[in-house]
């Protein structure tokens, strides 16, 4: 913006026009272009040129900075201080506010009109204060709130612990010192400030969980209560606990014991930081118990079975037979003769269900012909085994006679009347390891 000034007659005679130039490191330059002026009280020649001087002035910005003058009109010596010194470089830098007297010598030796110069004071940088406690939240702070005031005149930058690098999310959960920064409009710093900011220990709720399913028992309908416990120690924390949204009013440790479905959630406070977990919940579910109906066997081969496993209730299962592992499938073939521990889980992590089965391996049919081959039925394989019965029946039912697996066996008669030829079933009990065990199956009789 170009400025014009007219100075009176009566003090000085001249002109001079200013023209202010772009900041140059946060200083101002102003070049002024002078006509020679002369005062009455001063022993200089007045010269007979009416050329004016080109003096550029670089006023402080900032308090810590001085001023400059530079005479870019060609001489042969210059002097800011009327002439009483004078200094073959033009350019005299670090210069304190007050008032110059420009003269140069020329290069025939006549000497310019005197020309003032004023170096202004640096206008004065706002104050930056912040506040004098640190800033403490239990998740995050905002480093703004550590301004005691918002300065006008002031931008701020906000620099992380390092003291360099620069935030630009003004939101911190960490604790530490970080610094403030503040620049005036003309681009001077007030130096850098600490703000401390201390984030309390929030509770961390660490789920122990026995189970996520309140399991009942099928066949009393007993519910297995589910024990939820917070990881965290009574004596450093208060305990609020809910069940679907309504306080439990006799849970205040550090556990609870569920045993309804729903949803559960506890509220943990900190003795010494004050700070609040609210945020912990856990959803439980029913689930039933798995039971196993029934078990199908059908032999397949010599010594080889195929054995499905029905449970009471449909649900996704695994299946375990003896030794193997757990599988999808409820069937299992080309199993060999013997037994076995059957085991079934669902993904409840209710009770496994656990039933033992006895594959045996018994003749499919027999023929009483008298020939001395297959003329008696009977199953050899539960030979060694305590309190065996085996009972025959018809295909209604009807009990026909029993036998022992090392007795004669049956040679298809009833009453002494031979019977014809069909399916008959048979059913065995045995004792295993004191647990009475029931193999039941069907054979022919072929004449």
């Avoid at 023209?19 to 946060?26: E, K, N, R, T």
């Avoid at 009416?50 to 308090?63: G, K, T, W």
């Avoid at 002097?79 to 005299?92: E, K, Q, T």
């Avoid at 209710?350 to 045996?360: I, S």
Wanted: hydrophobic share 40%; glycine share 8%.
């Amino acid at each position: 913006m170009p400025f014009l000034f007219i100075i009176s007659r009566k003090t000085l005679i001249g002109l001079f026009f200013v023209w202010l130039l772009p900041c140059f490191g946060s200083m101002k330059a102003n070049i002024l272009s002078v006509y020679p002026l002369w005062e009455h009280n001063r022993n200089v020649s007045r010269g007979t040129d009416r050329e004016p001087l080109e003096i550029v002035v670089v006023q402080p910005s900032c308090e810590w900075q001085t001023g400059s003058i530079i005479i870019a009109t060609i001489a042969l010596e210059y002097s800011i201080d009327g002439g009483l010194s004078y200094s073959p470089d033009n350019i005299f830098p670090n210069l304190l506010p007050g008032i110059y007297s420009v003269i140069v010598r020329k290069m025939d030796g006549s000497v310019s009109g005197l020309f003032p110069v004023t170096i202004s004071k640096a206008p004065e940088i706002p104050e930056l204060e912040l506040i004098d406690i640190p800033l403490y939240d239990c998740h995050s702070v905002e480093l703004r709130d550590a301004l005691n005031t918002a300065t006008p005149g002031l931008e701020y930058v906000f620099y992380d612990t390092d003291g360099t690098t620069v935030l630009e999310n003004t939101v911190v959960s960490l604790s530490g010192i970080y610094f403030i920064e503040g620049f005036s409009v003309q681009g001077c710093s007030t130096g850098k400030l600490t703000a401390e900011v201390i984030i309390g220990a929030t509770p961390q709720v660490i789920w122990s969980v026995s189970n996520p399913f309140i399991c009942i028992d099928n066949n009393d309908n007993t519910v297995r209560t589910v024990l939820l416990d917070s990881g965290l120690p009574e004596e450093a924390h208060a305990f609020k606990w809910f069940y679907n949204g309504t306080v439990i009013p006799a849970a205040v440790g550090r556990a609870v014991a569920a045993d309804r479905p729903g949803m559960y959630r506890v509220e943990v406070l900190n003795f010494e930081s004050g700070c609040k977990a609210v945020n912990d919940t856990i959803v439980l579910q029913t689930a039933y118990e798995p039971v196993i109906a029934r078990i199908r066997t059908r032999i397949t081969g010599v010594n080889l079975f195929a054995v499905q496993i029905v449970m009471l209730r449909e649900s996704v299962y695994q299946y375990q037979l003896g030794n193997s592992g757990y599988q999808e499938s409820n069937l299992f073939e080309n199993v060999s003769g013997g037994g076995y521990i059957v085991r079934v889980k669902d993904n409840s992590g209710c009770r496994t269900a656990v039933k033992r089965l006895l594959l045996l391996d018994y003749p499919l049919y027999f023929t009483p012909n008298g020939d001395g081959y297959n003329d008696v039925w009977n199953i050899p394989s539960l030979s060694g085994k305590k309190e065996v019965i085996i009972q025959i029946f018809d295909q209604k039912g009807a009990f026909i006679t029993h036998i022992a697996p090392d007795g004669k066996g049956w040679d298809g008669t009833h009453n002494g009347k031979a019977l014809p030829e069909n399916d008959y079933w048979f059913v065995a009990q045995y004792n295993d390891n004191n647990i009475i065990e029931e193999v039941s199956g069907h054979f022919s009789l072929k004449r």
